[in-house]
């Protein structure tokens, strides 16, 4: 007989009437129907409050929390306690979930060898109108997989045990941003992870948000290391300075976004100074992309795909690069390291 647990959505909303309904469409239509639909109003002046209601009066499943604001942490941790599900289901008021998303990542755990404290899928980025702008990394990590982790984590979609996040003491709430990030960690350190490797999940990118904030960012992740080189030994010091070179490479690329060069300088700088192999490769790859856009055109404009239309399984076009022997350099150098990082969690393990 097949497991059908009670998976709890905990969708924590601030000032996010633009979003809110099409998140909230995604989590009604998903194909998996043991849940419940927790919506946080975490302070909003907008609309949220009342779009929220509305939801709930049409689905029988969901239910409003209001509280005062107090970020992310603090509305998910409001949402667990009041939570009932074996299995918890965070997702963000600006992102959406594939109808398949939470059926497959309960699948994952279920049927998983060893309970997992965690399962994530894939993600790919999507604009304001829900357009897709390409895809996340396909790194598939399961097991032991803190090391790796540590090193590289682009999780923004998991499936979390109550347990594991019990164990752990719910979300630092002394944290403005990473906040998932430290929570994915600190499950990783105490129990194996699992892994859906499809694209279910549609990160919305938009000007002003928090992953865009990168003073914001750049605080939390330092407190993170802080609280992990305190508290875990497990991670080796040179992991830790790739995943400083790492975030500094996304803090160029956010700086760069908003169109803030000095700094999109500054933050390369300090990412190819910290690992000169992987960032100063990456740079080189950039600049060589740049110069080959201006020498020879960019490519013509894909068409415009829209999250849910497109096979979660399948690359985009988007996904190509006109100077792939390049990328697959950068790929190779983050695979051995991986491999390396594997390798010694099994030892650990």
Known sequence: MIESPLVSVIVPACNAQTTLPETLASIQSQTYETLEILIVDDGSTD??????????RKESRASLLRKANGGLSSARNAAIAASRGEWL??????????????????????????????VYCWYRDIDETGHLLGSGPRWAFSGPALQRLAYWNTIHSVLLSRQAVEEVGGYDEDLRACEDIMMQLSIARRHPVAVVPEHLLGYRTRPGSMSTNSEVVVQSWRNVNQKLVADCARIP???LRWNEG?????FAEQSLRVGDLKGTVSHMFRAVRIDPLRWGSYAAYRLTRSATHRIFGRRKPLPRLVFGEVDPRAALPSDADQI??????????????????????????
Request: proline content about 4%; hydrophobic content about 50%; aromatic content about 8%.
């Open 246 to 250: 790492f975030f500094e490479r996304i």
């Open 237 to 239: 010091q040179h992991v």
């Open 89 to 118: 289901a965070p997702l963000d008021a600006d992102d959406i979930w594939h109808p398949t998303a939470v059926a497959k990542l309960v699948s994952a755990a279920v049927s998983a060898q060893q309970r997992p404290g965690l």
């Open 47 to 56: 609309r949220t409050s009342e779009i929220a209601e509305a939801f709930c």
């Open 324 to 349: 792939g022997w390049f990328a697959a350099i950068l790929r190779q150098i983050d695979a051995a390291r991986l491999r390396r990082l594997q390798a010694s969690e099994r030892l650990e393990g």
